[in-house]
């Protein structure tokens, strides 16, 4: 075993990675339990949230699986999720002029109005969550997080996200 890592084959920095990794399954864990209970009143979960999210940020309406991509998600979870939030008249489809079966996601205004309430019961929660850490260290985590979505995705060059 190398006595610097915990495992025989491990890097410093594979074994720094590895505590980061392990870290954001336990974070990413409890985060959902708080956002599911943050917009639980609104009728929502952090998973159709997250989809609400995603259509506000898209700059014009997208399919599913872009949606999915964009949130880095399986589409046939997200489709269901869509499917369900159309069910409740917060989104609908449109046809799409560019692929027949691939119809875009649209938010309804009470999709928006649902949307805008998660907004107001979030940000004074995330702006208490946020007291006591020097913004320094949370753009540092963000970079970090951002360079390491990209290798995951596969890209080469994570210097230009910043």
Known sequence: MNETTKTPNRTLAGEALTDLILGLFRVNNLTLTWGDRLVAPLGLTSARWQILGAIVAAERPQPVAWLARDLGANRQNVQRIVNDLAKEGLVRFEPNPHHRRAQLVVLT????????????????????????????????????????????EGEENTEEQS
């Open 109 to 152: 205004d009470k999709g928006q109005q649902t949307y805008d309430a998660a907004i107001g019961l979030y940000d004074p929660r995330v702006n208490r969550l946020a007291e006591g850490f020097p913004i320094e260290d949370l753009e540092t985590a963000g970079r970090v997080m951002k360079a390491l979505r990209k290798k995951f």
